[in-house]
């Protein structure tokens, strides 16, 4: 009777093999939505930011004009006389307003995560385009900056920031922004494949 009723009991028990496998959240607690929208929160605070360090970079002073000892002229510095800085302010605007689409669709990824694939396909599509825009937007502006820091001789650009100083320190506090946006940008277009990799595999 005792060998009966072990048996009877152990029938009852589930086998071991049909247990529940462990949630996906408990093997990984790292959220990477929740961090995907913060990125791209921080890429939209960086490029706006950026736009509005060059926007306002602006600065007037006497300037002598060469052959003329004694002749000063008033000059103003400012990004719009640079065709690079002025492709520098638009591609860092529309990169703003890509982080800000971006941000509200992965904000909806978080709300219903039926969609996450198509969405991180996209994303990671995307990131790597606008940081492309974004580098050689930032490599535009440097070679600008670095010949207004240091000129050139042999083409006869003089140097400007020794002149235009405030000028000078708002355009490089805005290329380390804008940089700043490409490497979180680098980071993003890296998340969304990983991430999506991994829920092919699952």
């Not at 995907?36 to 509005?52: C, E």
């Not at 825009?133 to 010949?147: H, L, N, R």
């Not at 804008?178 to 829920?199: D, E, H, N, Q, R």
Request: aromatic content about 10%.
């Amino acid at each position: 009777m005792a060998a009966t009723d072990k048996t009877a009991v152990d029938s009852e028990l589930p086998p071991k093999s049909e247990a529940a496998p462990p949630d996906a959240a408990a093997k990984c607690p790292f959220n990477y939505s929740l961090v995907d929208v913060a990125l791209r929160v921080l890429v939209f605070a960086a490029t706006l930011t950026s736009v509005v360090v060059m926007v306002t970079s602006k600065q007037t002073e006497l300037v002598s004009v060469p052959g003329f000892p004694g002749f000063r002229l008033t000059l103003q510095a400012k990004f719009n006389q640079s065709p690079a800085l002025v492709y520098f302010v638009a591609a860092l605007s529309v990169t703003g307003l890509y982080s800000i689409i971006t941000t509200l669709a992965s904000v909806s990824v978080v709300l219903k995560p039926v969609y996450s694939k198509s969405f991180l396909l996209v994303f990671a599509s995307l990131d790597v385009v606008f940081v492309g825009i974004v580098a050689s937007a930032t490599g535009a502006a440097g070679a600008v900056g670095y010949i207004g820091l240091k000129g050139n001789k042999h083409a006869g650009w003089t140097k400007i920031c020794d002149i235009y100083d405030k000028f000078c320190r708002h355009t490089a506090s805005s290329l380390a922004l804008s940089l700043f946006a490409a490497i979180l940008l680098v980071l993003l277009s890296m998340m969304s494949t990983f991430t999506l990799y991994k829920k092919i595999r699952h």
